[in-house]
């Protein structure tokens, strides 16, 4: 416990050992999401001690291979909800509660809510270690806070989060789009401010691209920012806020980057105007119109007139950088209001396809066939919520349709007809292949298992399934006894957890693993269970 007084700020003590140092901000730009908390470094080591910060109760468990791993959610009298995930382990009762109900449901994945009163904690209390548990990519806390009620996640950082932060966020470069294509110009500093030295020509509108980061200390990882901000001479300011977003909108990380520049650079930045379906983090300014010129962040002008600009770009404490610059319209399109994308449905004689006017960012023309055993859907651009596929077709059992993008990813989407979802969500273009999966999961141990082993000893062997994907796995003993199999999906490995409480004697272990498909495959070890201290081998 922390010797700490507790106070009214919903982060009353830090989830980690001071100093916090930041490898990911709130809001960041993220493959298909906005990022929804503060990445927390741990030096690349995993069992670092982890933290409650405020009073309250343990309300939720998510124990995955995938996604956020190990996390646990405490909600907070303050009408919060605090998330800490990639842990290693779970302490103290948190982790007897967990075993318990794996022991229960046979199976080591849990998605469980929990009552108030059950796991009551303490702020400062230590609730697990920290990891590297499902999709992170290196050991590190992702750290959460979300609004109870909406379960808005919030930006830590204005709710009591101390980090260190010592530096300003950078802005490094500016990239103008309009008629005359795409160019890129680097800020210079002058003794009139960081500017751009020639005066840009531009045919209106023109939209503005910001590619800009937030080191927050010397050589340290390249955040996203908090705040930018886009003012012109002619128009009302236009920026970005990230205090909160509402995860429905995390796909809107697609219309706030500009792809065809992460294709080209590898880097996500921000455009300084909206599309015209645009939801996602705070704007301003708020209540804007899509027939609004002035409210859509892009520039319009009269040819020969000369815009000043000015691209400001902040973080939480308020240090900043900005670029000014002069613009001159050298030709102008009339306004015209942009088209809202809509609602829309395409038929062929063994499908149907349908989408919503919130599934693309801006009017999008959709072309869709069918082929002897699929479906081939095209459209250019992201989109932001699924097109939903139906199969004209009768089964009697759950199938498979192959759904592969231009880039060569393959999901295997499963389709029950009988089901409470008789369609199919595509969120890429791509073409679907009806498939049958009749190959069981794959597995290999790096090293034998010994003959030997003592109780509470963990079992390594790696596993997969390269078709419709694993759907159960875990182990039993000769007596019926449940054996916990845990899965890391990235690294394919699978740990077999032996009971603390193995009695002596000859035993017989059987590892099941099962795909969505159905298809099965085992594995049997036979052992001697022995004190350690009669030397059992290590697996």
Not at 304 to 326: F, H, K, N, P, T
Not at 376 to 387: I, K, N, R, T
Request: aromatic letters at 12%.
């Amino acid at each position: 416990m922390w010797g700490q007084s507790p106070h009214n700020r919903p982060i009353a003590y830090p989830p980690l050992t001071p100093p916090l140092f930041v490898s990911g901000t709130f809001g960041e730009l993220r493959n298909n999401h906005f990022h929804a908390g503060i990445d927390l470094r741990t030096n690349e080591e995993v069992g670092k001690p982890v933290f409650a910060v405020q009073d309250g109760f343990v309300s939720r468990i998510k124990v995955s291979p995938i996604g956020y791993g190990l996390a646990i959610y405490l909600d907070h009298p303050s009408g919060h909800t605090s998330v800490y995930a990639h842990l290693d382990r779970y302490d103290g009762a948190i982790a007897e509660w967990v075993l318990q109900t794996q022991m229960k449901n046979r199976f080591w994945e849990l998605d469980t809510l929990l009552p108030p009163g059950l796991l009551p904690v303490k702020g400062g209390e230590r609730i697990a270690t920290s990891g590297n548990s499902g999709g992170s990519a290196g050991p590190h806390v992702h750290f959460e806070l979300r609004e109870t009620q909406s379960e808005h996640p919030l930006n830590p950082l204005l709710y009591g989060l101390d980090v260190v932060d010592d530096l300003p966020p950078v802005l490094r470069a500016l990239y103008f789009q309009d008629a005359l294509g795409t160019r890129k110009q680097v800020p210079v500093a002058t003794p009139e401010g960081r500017r751009l030295l020639d005066t840009v020509s531009f045919a209106a509108p023109l939209g503005v691209v910001v590619d800009a980061e937030d080191l927050m200390q010397s050589n340290g990882p390249k955040n996203g920012l908090y705040k930018g901000v886009q003012k012109t001479s002619n128009a009302l300011p236009f920026g970005y806020c990230f205090d909160f977003f509402d995860f429905a909108d995390g796909r809107a990380v697609n219309a706030t980057h500009d792809a065809a520049l992460f294709a080209q650079t590898g880097k996500r930045m921000y455009r300084m105007y909206r599309q015209p379906y645009h939801p996602g983090p705070s704007f301003s300014p708020s209540g804007w119109l899509p027939s609004d010129a002035a409210s859509t962040g892009r520039i319009y002008a009269s040819p020969g007139e000369i815009v000043r600009a000015i691209w400001r770009v902040e973080d939480v404490l308020g240090q900043s950088d900005s670029v000014w610059a002069y613009l001159r319209c050298v030709q102008a399109s009339p306004w015209t209001a942009p088209e809202l994308p809509v609602a829309d449905s395409l038929y062929t004689s063994r499908w149907s396809l349908a989408w919503g006017k919130e599934s693309f960012y801006r009017k999008t023309d959709v072309s869709f066939r069918e082929h002897s055993d699929g479906v081939y859907v095209h459209w250019v651009g992201p989109a932001h919520s699924p097109l939903r596929l139906y199969p004209h077709r009768i089964a009697d059992r759950i199938q498979f349709l192959v759904w592969a993008t231009p880039s060569g990813k393959k999901t295997w989407m499963a389709w029950d007809p009988h089901g409470s979802k008789p369609f199919l969500e595509i969120k890429e273009p791509g073409s679907g292949k009806w498939q049958t999966d009749l190959t069981p999961p794959s597995h290999q141990r790096k090293n034998p298992w010994p003959a030997s082993l003592a109780p509470g000893r963990v079992l390594s062997f790696t596993a997969s399934d390269t078709e419709s994907g694993m759907a159960y796995y875990g182990g039993e003993l000769e007596d019926g006894t449940f054996v916990p199999v845990s899965y890391d999906a990235k690294y394919k490995s699978m740990r077999v957890l032996l009971p603390s409480d193995l009695s002596p004697g000859a035993h017989r272990l059987e590892v099941v693993l099962k795909d969505r498909a159905g298809n099965v495959a085992r594995l049997f070890h036979s052992f001697q269970s022995v004190p350690s201290s009669q030397g059992a081998g290590k697996p």
